[in-house]
């Protein structure tokens, strides 16, 4: 069966860096865009960022862009997200999620993990 676990996710101050991991097994992986999503309590999925089948093309959204890198080891079925210059609005839980298009709409995304609370005090 297809799985996606997230893992990384902890407590942080302002301004620090955190490195996200999606293991994932299951599924063809270099077949699957990837992306990464988060929900702040009492909100909406939120897009974070996403990475073509062969890691060429990357999208960030635009609160995160220039401080977040997605990449992808398709040889270990592995997608990261390294987080840096961190704020108390990152706070979440941070989901990894698969789709068969380069999509940033959380409903093109077929397979989801379970996600990583990412906390950051200021």
């Known amino acids: 069966q297809v799985q996606l676990v997230e893992s990384g996710g902890g407590l942080v101050q302002a301004g620090g860096s955190l490195r996200l991991s999606c293991a994932t097994s299951?599924?063809?992986?270099?077949?699957?865009?990837m992306g990464w999503f988060r929900q702040a309590p009492g909100k909406g999925r939120e897009f974070v960022a996403r990475i073509s089948l062969s890691g060429i093309a990357t999208t960030y959204a635009d609160s995160t862009k220039g401080r977040f890198t997605i990449s992808r080891d398709n040889a270990k079925n592995t997608v990261y997200l390294q987080m840096s210059s961190l704020k108390s609005e990152d706070t979440a839980v941070y989901y990894c999620?698969?789709?068969?298009?380069?999509?940033?709409?959380?409903?093109?995304?077929?397979?989801w993990g379970q996600g990583t609370q990412v906390t950051v005090s200021s």
């Open positions: 999620a698969a789709a068969a298009t380069m999509s940033r709409r959380d409903n093109d995304y077929g397979y």
């Open positions: 299951g599924l063809t992986f270099r077949s699957y865009n």
